[in-house]
Protein backbone atom coordinates (compact mmCIF):
# COMPACT_ATOMS: atom_id res chain seq x y z
CA UNK A 1 0.00 0.00 0.00
CA UNK A 2 0.67 3.59 -0.62
CA UNK A 3 3.14 4.83 2.37
CA UNK A 4 5.37 8.16 2.68
CA UNK A 5 7.33 8.39 5.52
CA UNK A 6 9.01 11.91 6.49
CA UNK A 7 12.00 12.58 7.86
CA UNK A 8 14.77 15.39 8.68
CA UNK A 9 12.68 17.19 11.81
CA UNK A 10 14.65 18.70 14.71
CA UNK A 11 15.04 21.61 17.08
CA UNK A 12 16.78 24.85 15.22
CA UNK A 13 17.77 28.34 16.37
CA UNK A 14 15.77 30.92 14.59
CA UNK A 15 17.95 31.92 11.71
CA UNK A 16 18.41 28.18 10.82
CA UNK A 17 17.82 25.38 8.14
CA UNK A 18 16.68 22.02 8.16
CA UNK A 19 16.08 19.50 5.03
CA UNK A 20 12.36 17.56 5.01
CA UNK A 21 12.29 14.07 3.47
CA UNK A 22 9.11 12.59 2.71
CA UNK A 23 9.84 9.24 1.32
CA UNK A 24 7.49 7.70 -0.93
CA UNK A 25 6.18 3.92 -1.25
CA UNK A 26 3.72 1.63 -2.41
CA UNK A 27 3.35 3.10 -5.78
CA UNK A 28 5.07 4.01 -9.30
CA UNK A 29 6.14 7.10 -8.01
CA UNK A 30 5.58 9.12 -10.90
CA UNK A 31 4.17 12.42 -11.50
CA UNK A 32 1.71 13.09 -8.78
CA UNK A 33 1.13 16.54 -7.28
CA UNK A 34 2.29 16.33 -3.68
CA UNK A 35 2.79 19.37 -1.33
CA UNK A 36 3.63 20.03 2.35
CA UNK A 37 1.63 20.73 5.21
CA UNK A 38 2.10 21.25 9.10
CA UNK A 39 0.41 21.72 12.01
CA UNK A 40 0.86 24.10 14.99
CA UNK A 41 -0.26 23.25 18.52
CA UNK A 42 -3.65 24.43 18.76
CA UNK A 43 -3.64 25.37 15.17
CA UNK A 44 -5.53 24.37 11.62
CA UNK A 45 -3.42 22.71 9.56
CA UNK A 46 -2.07 24.74 6.60
CA UNK A 47 -0.10 23.98 3.63
CA UNK A 48 3.35 25.04 2.90
CA UNK A 49 4.29 24.52 -0.17
CA UNK A 50 3.43 21.70 -3.01
CA UNK A 51 4.54 20.28 -6.29
CA UNK A 52 2.17 19.73 -9.65
CA UNK A 53 2.73 17.18 -11.86
CA UNK A 54 4.77 19.31 -14.48
CA UNK A 55 6.98 20.39 -11.81
CA UNK A 56 5.66 23.83 -11.04
CA UNK A 57 5.40 24.73 -7.46
CA UNK A 58 3.07 27.19 -5.23
CA UNK A 59 4.07 28.18 -1.75
CA UNK A 60 2.31 29.92 1.24
CA UNK A 61 2.44 33.34 1.85
CA UNK A 62 4.22 33.10 4.66
CA UNK A 63 7.35 31.08 3.45
CA UNK A 64 7.91 32.14 0.45
CA UNK A 65 11.71 33.09 -0.68
CA UNK A 66 12.71 30.50 2.29
CA UNK A 67 11.17 27.15 1.63
CA UNK A 68 12.04 25.08 -1.60
CA UNK A 69 10.19 22.17 -2.58
CA UNK A 70 11.46 19.55 -4.52
CA UNK A 71 10.95 16.30 -5.91
CA UNK A 72 13.95 13.40 -6.76
CA UNK A 73 11.81 10.73 -8.90
CA UNK A 74 14.22 8.34 -9.41
CA UNK A 75 14.69 8.48 -5.40
CA UNK A 76 11.06 8.46 -4.75
CA UNK A 77 11.38 11.32 -1.99
CA UNK A 78 9.79 14.11 -1.48
CA UNK A 79 12.05 17.20 -0.46
CA UNK A 80 11.32 20.36 1.54
CA UNK A 81 14.62 22.58 2.09
CA UNK A 82 13.46 25.22 5.06
CA UNK A 83 16.26 28.08 5.48
CA UNK A 84 16.28 31.70 7.38
CA UNK A 85 13.70 29.19 10.13
CA UNK A 86 11.50 31.50 12.32
CA UNK A 87 9.69 30.42 15.37
CA UNK A 88 6.58 30.69 14.16
CA UNK A 89 7.85 27.39 11.36
CA UNK A 90 7.39 25.42 14.65
CA UNK A 91 5.14 22.95 13.94
CA UNK A 92 4.68 19.22 12.85
CA UNK A 93 5.41 18.82 9.42
CA UNK A 94 3.23 16.54 7.01
CA UNK A 95 3.90 15.22 3.57
CA UNK A 96 0.79 13.90 1.12
CA UNK A 97 -0.03 12.96 -1.91
CA UNK A 98 -2.83 13.50 -4.33
CA UNK A 99 -5.10 11.04 -6.18
CA UNK A 100 -4.01 11.87 -9.57
CA UNK A 101 -2.34 14.05 -12.04
CA UNK A 102 -3.10 17.80 -11.68
CA UNK A 103 -1.46 21.11 -13.15
CA UNK A 104 -1.40 24.18 -11.39
CA UNK A 105 -3.79 27.13 -12.64
CA UNK A 106 -4.42 30.41 -10.87
CA UNK A 107 -7.57 29.10 -11.03
CA UNK A 108 -7.03 26.41 -8.42
CA UNK A 109 -5.48 26.41 -5.19
CA UNK A 110 -2.94 23.71 -4.41
CA UNK A 111 -3.67 23.04 -0.74
CA UNK A 112 -7.20 22.59 -1.08
CA UNK A 113 -6.60 20.09 -3.93
CA UNK A 114 -7.74 16.60 -2.74
CA UNK A 115 -4.73 15.00 -0.70
CA UNK A 116 -5.12 10.32 -0.73
CA UNK A 117 -2.35 9.70 1.49
CA UNK A 118 -0.36 11.42 3.97
CA UNK A 119 2.59 10.81 6.44
CA UNK A 120 3.08 10.32 9.93
CA UNK A 121 4.51 13.94 9.83
CA UNK A 122 7.97 15.19 11.56
CA UNK A 123 8.42 17.72 14.21
CA UNK A 124 10.24 20.73 13.27
CA UNK A 125 11.12 23.20 17.00
CA UNK A 126 12.79 26.23 15.72
CA UNK A 127 13.31 28.37 19.52
CA UNK A 128 14.22 32.30 19.37
Known amino acids: QVQLVESGGGSVQAGGSLRLSCAAS????????MAWFRQAPGKEREGVAA???????RYADSVKGRFTISQDNAKKTLNLQMNSLKPEDTAVYYC??????????????????????WGQGTQVTVSS
Open 51 to 57: IDSGGST
Open 26 to 33: GYTYSNYY
Open 96 to 117: ARGGGWVYFTFRNDPFKLEYKY
